[in-house]
């Protein structure tokens, strides 16, 4: 469905995209991942069509976004990071209007509009002007916007960004049943753990560059990260930091209030050596334990440099 190569942007003297490739297939929800002003939403503008690239090629569906942008813009649905919402319409008006500017005659949108509003959960609102409506409630608008036309692909820039964890919930459930309707989907969020349960892949972008791609559990293995160990101690926090950075198997450590993460390499038996050793060097630990690494320990991986992902 997306096919990029060698894209690069620059904006004055600065470039904001470096030569990425990127390889999207059909029916894949992927999860654009990377710090500020990474390059996510220049890409994700140059696939909506709305900047041109300076050199590389950015396809949809085997067309040029720079070439044939009217054949992509049929296939696509583009949730910009931010967006108006046209304030003196209702919802409804709204609906139609975006509906009315792809040229979907008015009986089809009577019919259309109701099941998408439906859709992210707005059809009590569909009488309530656009600026009444609260944030997530305009982001769902817009989502449904973005639908009017039936795009196969959407791409979607941190389409949950500002709303509280309840609307948040929401927009990942209106996510979830896109994707069973077999649409694909480009995404970028910051909320890395809230990607991990629906996504098929991540791309790590950082400074223009293309960092990782592939599933979670892929760049996992490619980082060498095997398991991540939370262990929790009544004192001697400085003292076991410094213990932990000398024993076998230990590749980092993160330091939070009350707990030490480590990033461990060793397999259970070594895993049960390291507990050993910390209670007979008399450490007084209150807990161990194993957790599975998340999207988000894999991107502060790549981020942080600690390993190569290449
Ligand atoms: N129109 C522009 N003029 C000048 N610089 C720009 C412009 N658009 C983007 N940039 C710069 O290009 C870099 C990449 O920006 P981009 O918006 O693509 O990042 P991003 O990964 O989407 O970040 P964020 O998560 O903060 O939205 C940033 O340093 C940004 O300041």
Known sequence: MIQIRGLSKSFGSFQALKGIDLTIAKGTVFGFVGPNGAGKSTTMSILA????????????????????????????????????????????????????SYGIPKAERDELIPNLLELVNLSDKKDAYVDTLSRGMKQRLCLARCLVHDPELLILDEPASGLDPRARIEMREILKELKTMGKTIIISSHILPELAEMVDEIGVIEHGLMRAIGNVNEIQNRLRVKRYLHIRLLDKMDEAETFLRDRPHVNKLLREEDKINVHFGGGDEEQAELLRSMMSYGFEIVSFSEAQSNLEDVFLEITRGGADPS
Not at 66 to 92: A, L, N
Request: charged share 25%.
């Open 49 to 100: 069509t709305l900047m041109a690239p300076d050199s590389g090629i950015a396809m949809v569906d085997g067309f040029d976004v720079t070439k044939h942008p009217h054949e992509v813009r049929k296939r696509i649905g583009y949730m910009p990071d931010f967006f108006g919402v046209y304030d003196q319409f209702k919802t409804m008006e709204y609906m139609h209007f975006y509906g009315a």
